[in-house]
């Protein structure tokens, strides 16, 4: 038989293992804790509101509700034929003062160069024969004066003379005129045009060219891309539709990364940094994972929010922390409940451009 003393003393030990076993799955639990920081709250995405930069009717859209499109895609465009004809009405204009450029450029033709040159020559050759002309005219002149003083001859013949001299020497003038006018035009020839019509072409042709880019520009915006990699959330008009700049087509939902909206409890903030990983859970998915960083820490405290307050943290200053998760297959959407798990070891801040979603 096992006294007294002895009982109570074996139920002592016992009590005592039971106490050390419960301390220490305390203490493993509060050291376990004290590696992790769990924070609670909702999906968030950024939406973008898509529209043509242009007005138009559409012609076609090529993505419905649900659609997955990446950065540059193609997803609709408007009816192109008013746009395709003032393009084609530019490049023409652009290409006819793109001729007259080079014409000024180019200066005379070698053809117009000997013309002018022919046409001196002509009247070099009228001025000549102007002036042998007027050189007899005064010699037959002189002489019948010398006869009329003698009477050889009468007044009216010797005044028919005279009048026969003067106008040998007006055509000898006009035929210098006729000559000087013949050289200037040679002359302009060989030089070429002005360099002030020259410029004058080009400003015009520079124009003409910002006229053609602008037309253009305007054929481009009848196409409208995705501007990132998203899902189309809402189809707001159809094909028919007049669309304006002012007036989306579509709605993308920008969904990799997205984030989780949370709040961290203000004694929480020097274990917390931008740059550190995170682990991101969901109901839909139990046992998954999803790989995520603290992108942003808000600069300002404010109380708990009334969504995720209790009776005990309604009055706790908390500061809202953006974490973001990597979701390339599209499975965390807008709204979902969130756990957020922080690793406090070995887990530094890397700083905002470097996160997990590019880790291999």
């Known amino acids: 038989m096992i006294s ?44 973008v509101q898509i529209a043509f930069n242009d007005s138009e009717r559409i012609d076609k859209l090529l993505v419905d509700e649900g659609s997955v499109v990446h950065a540059g895609q193609l997803i609709g465009q408007l009816a192109r034929q008013r746009f395709s004809d003032a393009v084609a009405q530019d490049q023409s204009i652009v290409a006819a003062q793109q001729q007259v450029v080079a014409r000024l450029l180019a200066g005379s033709r070698p053809e117009e160069i000997a013309e002018a040159r022919a046409d001196v020559r002509a009247a070099e050759a009228n ?107 809402s189809r707001i008009l159809e094909p028919g539709d007049m669309a304006t700049p002012q007036t989306p087509v579509f709605t993308l939902a ?7 909206r949370a709040y961290l409890p203000e004694p929480q903030m020097g274990r917390v940094a931008p740059g550190m990983r995170a682990w991101i859970e969901v109901d839909s998915f139990p046992g998954q994972r999803f790989a995520g960083w603290v992108g942003f820490i808000s600069p300002v405290s404010e109380f708990t929010p009334k969504n995720v307050e209790t009776t005990e943290l309604r009055s706790q200053l908390v500061y809202r922390v953006r974490v973001y998760a990597c979701n390339p297959d599209h499975r965390l959407r807008l709204g979902m409940p969130a756990t957020v798990v922080i690793p406090l070891s070995d887990n530094p801040a890397r700083g905002i451009g470097a996160h997990p979603c590019e880790e291999k």
């Open 127 to 233: 001025v000549a024969a102007a002036q042998a002309n007027v050189k007899n005219a005064e010699l037959l002149y002189h002489r019948q004066q010398t006869l009329a003083k003698q009477q050889y001859v009468s007044w009216q013949i010797r005044d028919d003379a005279e009048r026969a001299y003067l106008a040998q020497k007006a055509e000898l003038a006009a035929a210098r005129q006729i000559l000087a006018a013949k050289q200037q035009v040679l002359q302009l020839a060989v030089i070429g045009p002005r360099k002030e019509d020259i410029a004058a072409a080009e400003a015009t042709l520079q124009a003409d060219r910002a006229a053609l880019a602008l037309a253009q520009k305007q054929l481009a915006d009848t196409q409208l891309h995705a501007p990132a990699a998203g899902v189309i959330q």
């Open 254 to 260: 920008l969904d990799n990364p997205l984030w989780v």
């Open 4 to 47: 007294v003393r002895k009982r109570i003393s074996i139920l002592a030990i016992l009590i005592l293992l039971v106490a050390g076993f419960f301390a220490w799955r305390s203490f493993q639990r509060k050291h376990a804790a004290s590696d992790s920081i769990t924070l609670y709250g909702n999906v968030d995405i950024r939406q």
